[in-house]
């Protein structure tokens, strides 16, 4: 890929797909989950190893690693630039995103879709539209997709 140049993941100004409708049950439970049992049980062990360590040290972090989630599955957007027809590659985002656990679910020539299926999303939640123009795939996605795709597609 040395013809090919990535941008920067920029964050696009759009709530999560799962802050922006008031029936998300399903995509907050596990998080929810995570945060009201597995964390106060991860801090009580942390401070049960070593009693004398401030809370703060322990909760602190814990909290902040709670709420990284939140910040990956935020929207973003990157473009790859090439200096030939960027169909050619199309090929090589479809392997990185199928070993990522993707489907391509829409194609045409100017638009892709693809989408990972997971329980806990609803319908076509977390997907990755890719949008084909002469030099350039705009690609948009969650971040930490996003970030997964252009290692991939770097190596």
Known sequence: MKSVTFSEIVRIRERPFFLRRPATWRQLLPW???LAVGLPLL???LH???PETPLS???LPALAGGLMPVA???PGRFEMRTRFDAHYMISALD???VSLGYRRTE???DRISYFRPQPWLRGREGSIRVAVQPHTLEVVGPVGSLRLLQQRIAC
């Open 72 to 74: 990956m599955m935020g």
């Open 48 to 50: 049960a190893i070593d």
């Open 95 to 97: 392997e990185a995103l």
């Open 32 to 34: 929810a989950l995570t």
């Open 57 to 59: 040290f322990i909760v």
């Open 107 to 109: 194609s045409d020539p």
């Open 43 to 45: 801090m009580l062990a």
